[in-house]
């Protein structure tokens, strides 16, 4: 008999759940109150609709993240694109700002939220289920 790999679905709720509370209740406050999250964050104002683009995308993972709650392997390739692109910023973003030692203290607040998500993912994520191959 096969192994497909373990899937930790507590891990997996407790991720999308935090998805749709994190990510998309920051969208939300992107989009609906970015005065406010910039006084609370502290960082520069920005293009409104560049500021918007990243409001909509936060909360778009946490809409995707409310079915996930139901079938959590079947949306298990969200947290994966999560992952990704928050690990990219680590090492894109923050990584060559940090060597310079210019990371403003919002980024520090992002980095500790964003390591939150990736630690989570790495944990909830069943990659053998999620890269295996397809059979018909």
Request: aromatic content about 22%; proline content about 6%; glycine content about 12%.
């Given at each position: 008999m096969e192994t497909r790999g373990i899937v930790r679905y507590g891990w997996l709720r407790a991720m999308y759940?935090?998805?749709i509370l994190g990510a998309g209740g920051f969208g939300v406050s992107l989009l609906f109150l970015p005065d406010m999250?910039?006084?609370i964050f502290?960082?520069?104002g920005q293009d409104p609709l560049l500021f918007g683009i990243s409001g909509s995308i936060y909360v778009a993972?946490?809409?995707v993240a409310i079915p996930g709650f139901i079938s959590p392997v079947k949306f298990a390739p969200v947290l994966l694109l999560q992952l990704c692109y928050k690990l990219i910023w680590f090492i894109v973003v923050l990584l060559p700002r940090f060597i310079a030692g210019s990371v403003p203290g919002y980024g520090w607040i992002f980095a500790g939220i964003f390591?939150?998500?990736v630690i989570g993912d790495?944990?909830?994520i069943p990659f053998p289920i999620v890269f295996e191959r397809e059979t018909k």
């Open positions: 759940i935090w998805t999250m910039r006084t502290g960082y520069p993972f946490g809409l390591a939150t998500y790495l944990i909830a």
